[in-house]
């Protein structure tokens, strides 16, 4: 049994996840957060830090055995998980979970290299370590369909498909991982369905009884090529996760 853990980006969608189910299990968990927060009854130690900026780090991981690396921003991950790992080196960590992006080796965008830079320090790092990637979480594909629909006439990029998974199905599967052995590059984890940006839009909007025009865009360039190809997408060999994007409208609208 892992007795102490430290968790980053603990205090966001999938660390609100994470950090029950690793307290049900028996576990010590300390959250590394930007902002200071009181511990509360929870039994969880909240304690401030900064992996972009390197600050916090090496406290946070006094006496921590594990650590599970959920922390993310739109830019700037590898360089994070690089002060990350440095101070885990130190701390002599015995096992790092990383989340990772399905495509993050085939998609040519900014975000996706710096998932790829993360994945590829924790494998140098000398660290006993196990990475998922996992595919756009149903959340975030809510965030996007949300704003795409206070337009007047919703864009359609042609060939961008997604295959949303319930961040609670990555969560009880990050979870499993951090109680086993070091695992290296595990499955994927995907959701049950791929869908076609229209066919997002249209699940939104038909929970919402709203209508919308939608009009087919083209996006250009390599990251439009790749999304064309599926890179973004496991159809192969990946683990599948239950909650379709129906059943997940369904309950937010409940």
């Not at 299990?25 to 511990?39: D, Q």
């Not at 594990?66 to 015995?94: C, F, I, M, W, Y």
């Not at 949300?146 to 961008?160: D, E, F």
């Amino acid at each position: 049994m892992t007795s102490s853990i430290l968790v980053t980006g603990g205090t966001g969608t999938l660390g609100g996840h994470v950090v029950p189910l690793l307290r049900d299990a028996g576990c010590t968990v300390r959250i590394l957060s930007r902002h200071s927060r009181e511990s509360g009854d929870d039994g969880v130690e909240y304690v401030s830090g900064d992996l972009l900026k390197n600050e916090g780090i090496e406290a946070a991981l006094e006496g921590a055995e594990t650590v599970l690396h959920l922390a993310g921003g739109p830019k700037g991950d590898d360089t994070a998980t690089g002060n990350l790992l440095q101070a885990a080196s130190r701390a002599e960590v015995q096992h790092l979970v990383y989340i990772s992006v399905i495509g993050a080796d085939r998609v040519p965008l900014g975000w996706f290299r710096s998932k790829l830079g993360a994945e590829r320090a924790v494998a140098d790092s000398g660290l006993p370590w196990t990475t998922l990637r996992a595919a756009q979480f149903h959340d975030l594909v809510l965030t996007v369909v949300q704003k795409m629909a206070r337009m007047p006439v919703i864009p359609v990029p042609g060939g961008l498909r997604f295959q949303p998974v319930d961040s609670r199905e990555v969560a009880a599967r990050l979870v499993e991982l951090t109680l086993d052995k070091p695992a290296g590059l595990v499955p994927d984890l995907a959701g049950p369905k791929v869908y076609g940006m229209a066919d997002l839009s249209r699940g939104y909007l038909q929970a919402r009884g709203k209508r919308r025009l939608m009009m087919p865009v083209r996006m250009p360039g390599k990251a439009g090529r790749a999304y064309r190809a599926g890179e973004n997408l496991s159809l192969e060999g990946a683990a599948v996760g239950k909650l379709t994007w129906e059943e997940f409208l369904a309950e937010r609208a409940s």
